[in-house]
């Protein structure tokens, strides 16, 4: 075993040694102060528009919490929207991560809410409206899979139709 650590090179702890042609190991992109700006930042703006959202429309005023649906229906489309074509424009790396965390993370995942999703289902629940929990919870699942998947169908269509006009 020395003899094969010996002929290729092994270092003396036995490990093998860094590929001088490889980049340097970066930080996590979790924990770098860029990422974590644009996730900040991304935040703020999805905050004040589900803010802005509920006040205008208070999601238990009314016999269905509608606000919280179209909200998490509409950030489940544009999610699958923007995920597809920064997909579709290639590695998740440089400005196509920036955007991801900006607006995917930051925005989206704060505009969606699926603590007030949860919350609502139990006040239904704890209402006696069992039928109404029933139907906002499959609604929810259901047809936010859906609009995620027609968010995707779209992005791709969007997609074929600009690389036709180049």
Not at 142 to 148: H, L, P, Y
């Amino acid at each position: 075993m020395n003899n094969f650590h010996e002929t290729h090179g092994a270092t003396a702890d036995g490990s093998l040694p860094v590929d001088p042609d490889s980049p340097a190991p970066s930080r996590p992109v979790h924990a770098q102060p860029a990422a974590i700006a644009a996730v900040a930042l991304g935040g703020l703006v999805g905050t004040g528009v589900r803010y802005a959202a509920e006040t205008a429309y208070p999601p238990n005023s009314g016999p269905f919490p509608f606000t919280t649906l179209v909200i998490n229906l509409t950030g489940a489309f544009v999610l699958g929207m923007l995920l597809e074509r920064l997909a579709l424009s290639g590695p998740d790396d440089g400005w196509r991560r920036r955007i991801r965390l900006c607006i995917g993370t930051g925005v989206l995942g704060s505009y969606t809410t699926y603590s007030s999703f949860a919350l609502e289902t139990v006040e239904l629940l704890q209402d006696h409206r069992v039928l109404a929990a029933a139907l906002y919870m499959t609604v929810s699942v259901v047809v936010g899979t859906f609009a995620a998947g027609a968010g995707i169908v779209l992005a791709q269509q969007f997609g074929a139709h600009t690389e036709d006009k180049r």
